[in-house]
């Protein structure tokens, strides 16, 4: 079974509205960590924000925030006041559990292109 | 403070042909992960280190793929020989330890295998 689904390929928003990323993650492992990154057509992997599974609050990070509902297993990322540079793939990822591997598991990723 | 460093940034081979990519992380980071990421995927990881032993390589297909971090620093990663699927980004990231704390990426390498 996929881990984490996202099954948004591709979205398009207008510059300075906001927009969701959905994902859904699919774990037992009580403890796990819910992460997303942005790649940019350069490459790189830029880490944008960060939930744990026993945090009782919603992460943010300045624009960026996790609309986390641990029951639904959803994690959908919201980025408020889209800007042009904000156009990239956006990746949701999950690590489970304090043993074992701790691996970082991807999504296929979703394209968001913010229009003018 | 640097990020991962990978090199090289770009390589293309012909099919049966080896390649090395070479990736030092993030001063102090006892974690080392080797992803690969197909044209419009996600990352898939390849191997993981704790230091220098192997977490998890159970996604690496070892008939063609190793890995080694010697003294838990810089790491390698070499195919041979290579096949055309194998064209790809292999990404290299680290992370301070196991657990719930992010992992830092390299630009990646390209590969091209013709």
């Known amino acids: 079974a996929q881990k984490i689904t996202q099954t948004q390929p591709g979205m398009f928003v207008q510059e300075k509205e906001a927009v969701t990323l959905d994902c859904t993650y699919d774990?037992?492992?009580?403890?796990?960590?819910l992460f997303w990154y942005k790649q940019p057509s350069s490459g790189e992997m830029i880490f944008l924000i960060y939930?744990?599974?026993?945090?009782?609050q919603n992460a943010t990070e300045g624009r960026y925030s996790l609309n986390f509902q641990k029951a639904r297993k959803s994690a959908n990322l919201v980025i408020s006041a889209s800007q042009l540079g904000d156009s990239a793939m956006y990746f949701c990822?999950?690590?489970?559990?304090?043993?074992?591997?701790?691996?970082?598991?991807f999504g296929t990723g979703t394209r968001l292109t913010v229009i003018p | 403070e640097a990020g991962v460093a990978q090199s090289p940034r770009y390589k293309i081979i012909e099919k049966r042909q080896s390649v090395a990519f070479w990736c030092n992380p993030i001063?102090?980071?006892?974690?080392l992960y080797w992803y690969q990421q197909i044209l419009g995927q996600g990352p898939k990881l390849l191997i993981q280190?704790?230091?220098?032993?192997?977490?998890?390589d159970s996604q690496l297909p070892k008939d063609r793929f190793s890995a080694e971090r010697l003294k838990g620093v810089d790491s390698t990663l070499k195919i041979q020989p290579a096949k055309l699927e194998d064209s790809a980004v292999y990404l290299c990231?680290?992370?301070?330890?196991?657990?719930?704390?992010?992992?830092?990426f390299g630009q990646g390498t390209r590969l091209t295998v013709v």
């Open positions: 990231a680290s992370s301070l330890a196991l657990g719930n704390t992010e992992a830092f």
């Open positions: 774990t037992s492992d009580p403890s796990y960590g």
């Open positions: 939930q744990g599974s026993y945090d009782q």
């Open positions: 990822a999950m690590r489970e559990g304090q043993t074992g591997a701790n691996n970082l598991f």
């Open positions: 001063s102090g980071h006892a974690t």
């Open positions: 280190f704790q230091n220098n032993g192997v977490v998890d």
